[in-house]
């Protein structure tokens, strides 16, 4: 059997089906997992949509820094929901079968709104670099239209960036193995999978998380030192802790972000990695999207003044 998955597939009457392998244990042990990440979805819907709400209906929070955590907020909900409803499928071993184009898609998906979440973590980080380093100046650089483009820029360069690697993984040939050691079509363990040469995506897919992931650090990286030499240069404690404060949020939001890229590239060689990536994935697709809607409610003086209202009127 000889499956080719591209266009001169043509006389081919099936699609390829790929078979996702999930977690391995027993029973028990899948349901446990099954209800912990239901749980962690329905909590990371429900919080990022109440970052969302609570930012579009208080008119004090409309400023650039959270319409900003909004497109973030936006984005968790979709790079959860691109991989979670089909984790919870296979969990149940209801359906562990994914067709060749779903599984593209969810590759692209997944790996789109990465790029794009790290494109947004260097446009926050720019934004506070802004806000804190040029006070004066700062609403008429950031202002509507420099904001909007900002975020879109994220969104279309993390699109665009992913496009090379589906295309290149769009015209690799599948013959016989079909079994995906993961619980989504992450990249790695699905092309090892490939009957043909698989050096040209591999190549592509390292080249292009090289520029983003060094790109969008270097511009947070740059944005941070300038931030802190200018909180240092604050004379009085109390201001350069208010000021940090303006910036704390995102900090920590960067450095959980990082961490688990981290922990995802640093690794011995593919091939033998594929168990250890998967449980850093489930950090990085299941528990670092919750988090941020907390960190921020909990830190932002504003956001929690938002909140208490909402609370009160309740
Ligand atoms: C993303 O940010 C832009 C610019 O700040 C804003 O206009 C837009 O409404 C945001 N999108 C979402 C989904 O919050």
Redesign the pocket.
Known sequence: MNFTANADRGNQSSPYIFILQGFAGNCYFQVSLFMLFLFMYILTVTANASI?LLVRTHPQLHT?MY??L??L??LEIWYTTACVPKVLAVLLEKSQAISFLSCLLQMYFVFSLGCTEYFLLAVMAYDRYLAICYPLHYSSIMN?TM??Q???GSWLCGFVAISAPAYLISSLSFCGRNSINHFFCDIAPWIVLSCTDTQSVELVAFIISFIVILGSCAITLVSYIYIISTILSIPSAKGRQKTFSTCSSHLIVVIIWYGSTIFLHVKPSIKESLDLTKTVHVLNTIVTPVLNPFIYALRNKEVKDAVRKVVSAA
């Open positions: 969302i650039p319409w900003f909004c497109n907020s936006f509507g904001s909007a900002l975020a879109l």
